[in-house]
């Protein structure tokens, strides 16, 4: 069955920098498109970024320029990385396929001084 297991996650101070991860099984990885999502506290889900199975690669407005997404195919997994975080950036990040409908648990990301 599918799984997709995040990772990378943590407290990071305003202007800080992580990388998230996304081990994705249970399906041929290579051939979708995959995209990260986020869910603030009290909020719905929201599109964060995709990138389709040829590497092409869309943002929501509110990370261009800090945040890129990029893709293993051989490792099957997707991964976020996010620069010049802001405490708005602060919610647990789910990757997924688009469309998907198993979830994995996530990972938080806290951006705060």
């Known amino acids: 069955q599918v799984q997709l297991v995040e990772s990378g996650g943590g407290w990071v101070q305003p202007g800080g920098s992580l990388r998230l991860s996304c081990a994705a099984s249970?399906?041929?990885?290579?051939?979708?498109?995959m995209a990260w999502y986020r869910q603030a506290p009290g909020k719905q889900r929201d599109l964060v970024a995709t990138?389709?199975?040829?590497?092409?690669?869309n943002y929501v407005d509110s990370v261009k320029g800090r945040f890129t997404i990029s893709r293993d195919n051989a490792k099957n997994t997707v991964y976020l990385q996010m620069n010049s975080l802001k405490p708005e950036d602060t919610a647990v990040y789910f990757c997924?396929?688009?469309?998907?409908?198993?979830w994995g648990q996530g990972t938080q990301v806290t951006v705060s001084s």
């Open positions: 990138i389709t199975d040829g590497g092409r690669v």
């Open positions: 249970g399906f041929i990885f290579s051939v979708h498109s």
């Open positions: 997924n396929r688009p469309l998907g409908t198993t």
